[in-house]
C-alpha cells in the first residue's frame, strides 16, 4: 500500500503542478506559473527516484 501511495503522490504533484503553471499563465501570475513548475518537477523527481529504486531491487 505504501508504494502505491508514493507512486499517486508523485503523479499527484505532477497533475497539480500543470494546473497551476497553466492557470498562472492564463491569469498572468507569474509567481503561480513558478509554483505549478516547481510542482511538476517535485512530481517528476519522485517518478524517477522510485523508478531508480525499482531497477536496483531487481
Same mark, same amino acid.
Do not use: C, W
Given at each position: 500500500?505504501?508504494?502505491?501511495?508514493?507512486?499517486?503522490?508523485?503523479?499527484?504533484?505532477?497533475? @497539480?503542478?500543470?494546473?497551476?503553471?497553466?492557470?498562472? @499563465?492564463?491569469?498572468?501570475?507569474?509567481?503561480?506559473?513558478?509554483?505549478?513548475?516547481?510542482?511538476?518537477?517535485?512530481?517528476?523527481?519522485?517518478?524517477?527516484?522510485? +523508478?531508480? +529504486?525499482?531497477?536496483?531491487?531487481?
Amino acid at each position: 500500500m505504501d508504494k502505491d501511495r508514493k507512486r499517486t503522490s508523485g503523479k499527484f504533484d505532477q497533475i @497539480r503542478g500543470a494546473v497551476k503553471e497553466t492557470v498562472g @499563465r492564463r491569469t498572468g501570475n507569474e509567481r503561480m506559473t513558478t509554483e505549478g513548475r516547481g510542482g511538476r518537477a517535485k512530481g517528476d523527481l519522485r517518478g524517477a527516484g522510485r +523508478k531508480l +529504486k525499482d531497477a536496483f531491487k531487481r
